[in-house]
């Protein structure tokens, strides 16, 4: 039976993708910069809520028609769900090219201008 990829790695690798992105533990997690600005953060079993997620920024609105229309993989991280944040769940069944999606959108909202020159060229 094929071993399931650690989903940090997985995350990890698609944040090493993109231009100008860095990794710093930030209030327990690891967490990731577009530049000078956060846009993801890895969390195991926060608080004790069960979960394995990533915590992404995302674009207006995107949060609440992600969890309306699946409630079991998204959901409203603390914290930053306020400011429309969404959780991504990453056990059981992950569809990684959503999850890749979602992380680039999240990228593109904070990261510099040249690394989006970069990310496009």
């Excluded at 969890?67 to 306020?82: C, H, K, L, S, T």
């Excluded at 510099?112 to 990310?119: D, E, G, S, T, V």
Aim: hydrophobic share 40%.
């Amino acid at each position: 039976m094929a071993k399931r990829p650690d989903p940090l790695e997985r995350l990890r690798e698609i944040i090493g993708a993109l231009p100008e992105t860095s990794e710093k533990i930030s209030h327990g997690s690891p967490t990731f910069w577009g530049g000078k600005k956060t846009f993801c953060s890895f969390h195991l079993n926060h608080h004790g809520d069960g979960r394995i997620a990533a915590w992404v920024k995302a674009p207006p609105g995107a949060q609440a028609a992600l969890v309306e229309a699946a409630p079991d993989r998204f959901f409203v991280p603390p914290y930053v769900g306020p400011s429309g944040w969404v959780g991504i769940r990453l056990e059981g069944a992950v569809d990684w090219e959503e999850v890749r999606g979602l992380v680039v959108q999240g990228y593109r909202t904070v990261a510099p201008k040249r690394a989006l020159a970069k990310l496009d060229g």
